[in-house]
């Protein structure tokens, strides 16, 4: 069954990125790809197309994967599919703020957002990650206050909460916004919540790291370990509370 290798290609290409394996995450998902469009032209394949975009630019193969998020945007629109659209705006959303254009990352994320927000029953899940990825330019853009209301708001819709990847990307977010407000343990625990939330570490991500390497540039490697042990030892239940 093709769709089912396709699928367990990108899940295990999603994995791979995770844990920083960019050659490998690569490989699956180029694969997963090819066997979706075999198939059809439809939502999964631009958007599995997308996340091989975001692997390649994690890669430092920028040129790449600006050419796969075009070949992804002309799947999705030959597809007809709202939900494809948004997935690959919010991968140019991605690359925009990757290559220092917040202003376009911006236009990028609120292009996504209203595409979602235009489908009747449209997944929720969406909405709570380019939410999350607006707020963390709203804490950039120095209002903190609006990327958390964002947050908030975003994870208490109907349905948004069953989604524990999405939340823990969530929670990776609002550690951020809380960080550059100024609360720097708040940010910690929520680090560490992440995790609790997730399951797993995004080893591969630039951006994680960063906020790492800034959380012990304030606090110290040895109190940032504790905070974000304390985070990652919350029960379910109490780490989505710290997102609301």
């Given amino acids: 069954d093709r ?13 791979q ?29 631009s958007y599995t197309r997308t996340r091989l975009a975001a692997a390649y630019a994690r890669g430092g193969d920028v040129p790449r994967a ?10 999705a629109e030959r597809s007809g599919s709202p939900i494809g659209l948004a997935s690959v705006h ?10 220092g ?9 609120e292009a996504a957002l209203s595409t979602i927000e235009s489908v009747h029953g449209g997944p929720p899940q969406m909405i709570v990650v380019t939410q999350a990825f607006l ?3 709203d804490a950039d853009d120095g209002d903190p206050d609006a990327g958390r209301a964002r947050i908030r708001a975003a994870v208490s819709l109907p349905m948004a909460d069953r989604d524990m990847p999405v939340m823990g990307m969530a929670a ?19 680090f560490g919540a992440a995790l609790a939330l997730r399951g797993i570490e995004d080893r591969g991500s630039t951006q994680v790291d960063e ?5 012990a540039a304030t606090l110290g490697d040895d109190r940032l370990e504790q905070l974000y042990q304390d985070g990652a030892a919350l029960p379910r239940e109490q780490a989505m509370g710290m997102l609301r």
């Fill in 17 to 45: 990125l995770a844990d920083g394996d960019v050659e490998g995450s690569v490989e699956a998902y180029a694969e997963a790809h090819r066997l979706m469009a075999e198939i059809t032209v439809n939502e999964d394949a």
């Fill in 90 to 99: 919010m991968g140019m959303a991605d690359l925009a703020r990757e290559s």
């Fill in 3 to 15: 769709w089912g290798l396709a699928s367990a290609l990108a899940a295990t290409g999603s994995v």
């Fill in 66 to 75: 600006r050419a796969e998020l075009a070949a992804a945007k002309a799947e």
């Fill in 135 to 137: 707020a963390t330019l």
């Fill in 172 to 190: 990776l977010a609002l550690a951020y916004v809380e960080f550059r407000a100024g609360r720097a343990e708040e940010s910690a625990r929520l």
């Fill in 211 to 215: 906020l790492r390497r800034q959380l």
């Fill in 101 to 109: 254009d917040p202003a376009e990352a911006r236009r990028m994320a």
